[in-house]
């Protein structure tokens, strides 16, 4: 499910605030959120964007690839934080479940003091399959709960949470 409109807006707005950073977005699909990142950040930053899905890849590819602050990766969200643990980032978008609601804790890692970390989809959506609020609650509370990152709920858009890592 691409993200929204007003959700890439604050991407882009956000990504503006790195000038020269490092960002990661978990979830490419076909690009939309990249797109929107990519647009804010300066020539000096860099994105590296992980989904699984080859035929999304593709899409994302043939409308991104041209970008070389791009580097687009099909991999399993999972496989590829555990594969990748030392990096670290000024900014991450979890926008799929690995990195939001699976390896939290890893991706959480990965962020630099001062990093940004971004949720969506955290408001109650028609196409949630049952037992899904629940997760989302579950996740806000382990959020709101940390001692390492400031978090500010957004009753806006799907429903953003926006970290900073202290």
């Known amino acids: 499910m691409a993200s929204d409109i007003l959700t890439g807006s604050l991407l882009r707005t956000l990504a503006a605030s790195k000038p020269g950073g490092k960002f990661l977005e978990m979830g490419t699909g076909t690009g939309l959120s ?64 690995h990195g939001k609601y699976l390896l939290l804790d890893e991706a959480l890692a990965m962020l630099n003091p001062g990093g940004l970390y971004v949720i969506d989809d955290m408001l109650r959506q028609p196409n949630w399959p ?14 709101e709960a940390r001692t390492d990152l400031w978090f500010t709920k957004q009753v806006w858009s799907t429903g953003i949470m926006i970290g900073v890592k202290k």
């Open 34 to 97: 990249a797109s929107w990142i990519l647009e804010g950040m300066n020539a000096q930053a860099s994105l590296i964007s992980v989904d699984y899905d080859p035929k999304y890849m593709e899409i994302a590819e043939r409308f991104l690839g041209a970008d070389k602050r791009l580097s687009l990766v099909t991999s399993d969200g999972g496989e590829w934080l555990a594969s990748n643990p030392h990096l670290r980032f000024d900014f991450i978008f979890a926008d799929t479940w």
């Open 130 to 143: 049952e037992g899904h609020a629940e997760k989302a609650e579950k996740l806000v509370a382990a959020l």
